[in-house]
């Protein structure tokens, strides 16, 4: 149930809500816009407690919310969630540019990539220093010190950083060196995790399930706001169907609908949504036309030889940069602002 109240109501008025909301033992959480403020109530509520609040100045309506997610809803939450990280803005018209090698392998490899990425005119350094893989005997990540070398490589190149966190116990080392966590596919529903992310205020990338439904992801994003971390990115990365061409099927639909029922910003992942690096830039293309507030893109100086074997879904880093000089052109045709400032970089010029 959310409450929609008038935009001259005043402060003292809107806690008097509150109060009365809070008294039937349900929470409430407000949003603020510019011609209205609502207040969502969060529990199970006594169905006269609806009638009461009709019935109190400065309230224009009352409307059930069916959706099993209430914080991630768009009717909750009319306006976009923009998170601000710097002078970074994610969420808003500003189209952000996260790349980087699926995992951190070297001091050297993930210090020369955060190089590039900065050179080509990226924000975010991407790089996994905890893997979950499919095999028990695959690469795992260097753990803790892989956090230390990106956190490293990082600053020293001007870039925020996010990684990916796969327990609990490892939400707070995490976020002590990463500007952003992200959750994999196969943590996207780990209940655990996720209401231990809703204690922390470090933005969350949440990827969706390889087999799930919108419904399901919003859910999945819904603990972590309701435990009270507003800062959650939505993230399409792919889904298991029945083609096996490509690695996955990467679902450009989810963008738009998930900004249809949700607030919250929508990131694209085209490298492990197709798998392919010949796909990888023209699928980058399609989720900027399609709305995507940011893309994620695997970057490596040496595909053939990286120790995830997620290779063949990496960019080089001229092929990096040029997409980047390619997406600053296209940006603007659907309301997005991006510039490399930079010149493409000559391939192999990254070869020392």
Same mark, same amino acid.
């Given at each position: ?21 809070? #008294? ?21 509520a006594e169905p006269q407690l609806a009638e009461h609040l009709r019935q109190m100045s400065g309230v224009e309506q009352v409307i059930k919310i069916s959706k099993s997610y209430k914080l991630a809803s768009r009717d909750f939450h009319p306006?976009?969630?923009?998170? #601000? ?32 990425? #900065? ?35 990082? *600053? *020293? ?34 209940f655990d995790l996720l209401r231990k992310l809703g204690t922390i205020q470090t933005p969350i990338l949440l990827k969706r399930g390889f087999s799930s439904t919108y419904d399901e992801l919003l859910n999945a994003a819904e603990y972590i706001l309701a435990g009270g971390n507003p800062n959650v990115m939505l993230c399409e ?47 980058? *293309? ?42 600053? *052109? ?11 400032? #930079? ?10």
């Amino acid at each position: 149930m959310i409450v929609i109240t008038s935009n001259k109501i005043t402060e003292e008025r809107i806690q008097e809500i509150i109060h009365t909301i809070e #008294k039937q033992g349900v929470q409430a959480h407000v949003s603020k816009g510019e011609d209205r403020t609502v207040i969502g109530i969060i529990g199970k509520a006594e169905p006269q407690l609806a009638e009461h609040l009709r019935q109190m100045s400065g309230v224009e309506q009352v409307i059930k919310i069916s959706k099993s997610y209430k914080l991630a809803s768009r009717d909750f939450h009319p306006a976009n969630t923009i998170i #601000k990280i710097g002078d970074v803005e994610i969420g808003g018209d500003q189209l952000v540019i996260m790349g980087g090698p699926c995992a951190v392998e070297t001091p050297a490899q993930i210090n020369e990539i955060a190089r590039l990425v #900065k050179l080509a005119g990226g924000q975010i350094l991407r790089g996994g220093a905890f893997k979950p893989r499919t095999g028990p005997y695959s690469f795992q990540g260097v753990g803790v010190e892989g956090l230390e070398m990106m956190a490293e490589a990082g *600053k *020293k190149h001007g870039l925020l950083t996010i990684t990916e966190v796969m327990t609990p116990e490892y939400v707070d080392i995490c976020a002590e060196h990463a500007d952003i966590l992200q959750i994999g596919t196969r943590n996207m529903q780990n209940f655990d995790l996720l209401r231990k992310l809703g204690t922390i205020q470090t933005p969350i990338l949440l990827k969706r399930g390889f087999s799930s439904t919108y419904d399901e992801l919003l859910n999945a994003a819904e603990y972590i706001l309701a435990g009270g971390n507003p800062n959650v990115m939505l993230c399409e990365r792919g889904i298991r169907t029945f083609e096996t061409y490509t690695r996955n099927t990467l679902d450009l639909t989810a963008i738009p609908v998930l900004q249809q029922l949700s607030h919250l910003p929508v990131i694209s992942d085209p490298s492990h949504g197709t798998g392919r690096r010949e796909l990888v830039e023209t699928m980058c *293309k399609a989720s900027v036309a399609a709305g995507a507030n940011g893309l994620i893109v695997e970057m490596h100086t040496d595909p053939d030889n990286s120790m995830t074997g997620d290779g063949v879904q990496s960019l080089f880093p001229d092929q990096f940069a040029n997409l980047l000089v390619d997406l600053e *052109k296209l940006a603007p045709h659907f309301g997005k602002k991006f510039d490399t400032k #930079k010149e493409p970089i000559p391939a192999g010029s990254w070869i020392k």
